[in-house]
Each structure stands twice: as structure tokens, then as C-alpha cells.
T-cell receptor
Framework: GENVEQHPSTLSVQEGDSAVIKCTYS??????FPWYKQELGKGPQLIIDIRSNVGEKKDQRIAVTLNKTAKHFSLHITETQPEDSAVYFCAAESKGNTPLVFGKGTRLSVIA | ETGVTQTPRHLVMGMTNKKSLKCEQHLGHNAMYWYKQSAKKPLELMFVYNFKEQTENNSVPSRFSPECPNSSHLFLHLHTLQPEDSALYLC????????????FGPGTRLTVT
């Protein structure tokens, strides 16, 4: 089945700097890769996703890149702000009975 | 908000109690999910319902019992839980089962004493 590894587990950046979170997956048949942001006391919220027919997708300060050959994808946040502080989860589609397999999460702290 | 609501938001129960968690989605989705979120662990999928039919039970102990009366409502009935069951229980929905984005509720923070 699908296995997703996420790094780093914690990340601290200065406000205004960029943050990058990386994930690898094991199943080459996976085609859908969402990213979720979870703020304290809330459920995970979908912030961006990418399908395997594209290599990059952007939405304002957030971008995701996908390298299907290497089986890794990354989340890039530019011009970070304190409100970007949260736990971020990557996930990959699984062809088994579990439709999405999640990484363990990255706790991002943006220091003002 | 995402259109997925969960009640209660917080629950403290003894090991001999029986309680239920409720989830409701207003998105017209056909698939609903229960996840368990514990500290420093990936999200653990517990149950999946597709068109009200349970399609997945990831070896969840029988002290957790799901119920899906219709495609908008999902329950998780709890009885004789253990302290290690304390966690955040998240409900999610998606348009259909498969490679579709999942929308999560705010979760129920469960503490078993």
C-alpha cells in the first residue's frame, strides 16, 4: 500500500521568509496529492492540491510542485506571515481501501 | 467553514460510559469518513461510508461502532473505551469515494478517564 513520508516535523521561519515542506510517496500509481493546514482547535483544511498531469500549481503565496519520477512533492509558502503558523499535512491518493494516506505533519512557526 | 459540523466539540467520559459522536455534512457529498488523530501520529482512517454503505473498517476495535443513517449524517457510538482512545476524532466527507478532496469537520476532542 501507499506510504507517505513528510519532512521536516517542525519548521521555524522568520516572517517574510519562505517555507518548504517535502513529502515522498511509494505508490507510482498515485495521481492526487492534497495539502492540508490545521490550526489549533480546528480540523484540517484543504489549501491546495495537485494531480499528476501537472508539475506545479500556484495559488497566491502557496505553490505545490510534483516530481512523479522521483515520487516526491513539496509545498512552498512565500512571504510567510504569522497566520501561516499551523500544522501542515501532505497526503497521497491510495489505490487501496484507504483513499488518502497522510504524512505525519509539519508544525510551522512563523516568527514575527 | 467547510460545511462539515461535528458535535460535541469536547467530551470527557469514563471507561464504562456510552456516548455518541455526531457528524453532519451540508455539501451533498456521497462519502463520509471517521479519522482518529493522536499526537505525533498520522491521521488514522477508521471507517468509510460510500452512499451509506460501509466500505472500510480498518481493524477498529468493536468498542467503536459507526452508523450512517443517510449520506448527510454519520455517528460514532462509543462504549467501554480505554484511556488510549483519548484523541481528536475527525469526520470528513468527499464527493465520492476515491481521489477526491476531503473536507474535514472541526473534530471532537475525546478524553477517556
Amino acid at each position: 500500500g501507499e506510504n507517505v513520508e513528510q519532512h521536516p516535523s517542525t519548521l521555524s521561519v522568520q516572517e517574510g521568509d519562505s517555507a518548504v515542506i517535502k513529502c515522498t510517496y511509494s505508490d507510482s500509481a498515485s495521481n492526487y496529492f492534497p495539502w492540508y493546514k490545521q490550526e489549533l482547535g480546528k480540523g484540517p483544511q484543504l489549501i491546495i492540491d495537485i494531480r499528476s498531469n501537472v508539475g506545479e500549481k500556484k495559488d497566491q503565496r502557496i505553490a505545490v510542485t510534483l516530481n512523479k519520477t522521483a515520487k516526491h512533492f513539496s509545498l512552498h509558502i512565500t512571504e510567510t506571515q504569522p497566520e501561516d503558523s499551523a500544522v501542515y499535512f501532505c497526503a497521497a491518493e491510495s489505490k487501496g481501501n484507504t483513499p488518502l494516506v497522510f504524512g505525519k505533519g509539519t508544525r510551522l512557526s512563523v516568527i514575527a | 467553514e467547510t460545511g462539515v459540523t461535528q458535535t460535541p466539540r469536547h467530551l470527557v467520559m469514563g471507561m464504562t460510559n456510552k456516548k455518541s459522536l455526531k457528524c453532519e455534512q451540508h455539501l451533498g457529498h456521497n462519502a463520509m469518513y471517521w479519522y482518529k488523530q493522536s499526537a505525533k501520529k498520522p491521521l488514522e482512517l477508521m471507517f468509510v461510508y460510500n452512499f451509506k454503505e460501509q466500505t472500510e473498517n480498518n481493524s477498529v476495535p468493536s468498542r467503536f461502532s459507526p452508523e450512517c443513517p443517510n449520506s448527510s449524517h454519520l455517528f460514532l457510538h462509543l462504549h467501554t473505551l480505554q484511556p488510549e482512545d483519548s484523541a481528536l476524532y475527525l469526520c470528513a466527507s468527499s464527493p465520492d469515494f476515491g481521489s477526491y478532496e476531503q473536507y474535514f469537520g472541526p473534530g471532537t476532542r475525546l478524553t477517556v478517564t
